[in-house]
């Protein structure tokens, strides 16, 4: 290879899992817990990640709204194989 030639583009990786805006609200007026305020990530292909926080952080609303166990108030979260709107 010489300098002037350029390696192949390597096509765009869509990420395994993604969530965004997700909002996920338990209870109603006074009494309403915001287990999580519009968050957005993405899960990348073949890479371990930690999600880490204090206790009641989200982190598990997180991941049931991101496996489909638990339905989000409202944003959206998908996978390499599904949609869940909130």
Known sequence: MTSTDAPPA????SPA????GLVKTYG???AAVHALAGV??????GRFTA???PSGSGK???MHCMAGLDTPTSGRTR???STTPG
């Open 10 to 13: 390597q096509p765009p990786v």
């Open 17 to 20: 899992a993604r969530a965004v």
């Open 28 to 30: 109603t007026g006074d």
């Open 40 to 45: 957005d990530i993405e899960f990348e292909h």
């Open 51 to 53: 999600v880490m926080g």
């Open 60 to 62: 598990s609303t997180l």
């Open 79 to 81: 996978s390499d194989s």
